[in-house]
Nanobody, 125 residues
Framework: VTVVETGGGLVQAGDSLTLSCEVFGRIFNSGAVGWFRQAPGKEREFVAAMMWSDRTTYYSDSVQGRFSISRDKPKNMVYLQMNSLKPEDTAVYYC???????????????????WGQGTQVTVSS
């Protein structure tokens, strides 16, 4: 499985940005696709995820209400719509695929099997 993220860039606080994640290969119905981010000097953190079988979504507290994860299943595409961006959202954003997921592990990066190379999002104040 190959994962490719696109859509990062430099925006101003309050702007919106949509990241795209294209998955080349099979996404199992038992699995999930998630977005994580890593800011300089910080650990990678969970942002949002979606169970592939029923589209149940999960969000971190810091992005709840501002970010939205969605998918185009036939195209194996997952999107992260980011609204009301803040400077603290600045990070490299990664998309990842877990072949077998659940609500007890979907927010944990170490369970994910395949990762993209990341796309930089920079939010200026």
């Amino acid at each position: 499985v190959t994962v490719v993220e696109t859509g990062g860039g430099l925006v101003q606080a309050g702007d919106s940005l949509t990241l795209s994640c294209e998955v080349f290969g099979r996404i199992f119905n038992s699995g999930a696709v998630g977005w994580f981010r890593q800011a300089p000097g910080k650990e990678r953190e969970f942002v949002a995820a979606m169970m592939w079988s029923d589209r149940t979504t999960y969000y971190s507290d810091s992005v709840q209400g501002r970010f939205s994860i969605s998918r185009d299943k036939p195209k194996n595409m997952v999107y992260l719509q980011m609204n009301s961006l803040k400077p603290e959202d600045t990070a490299v954003y990664y998309c990842a695929v877990d072949d077998w997921s659940g609500n007890d592990r979907i927010k944990t990066s170490r369970w994910y099997d395949d990762w993209g190379q990341g796309t930089q999002v920079t939010v200026s104040s």
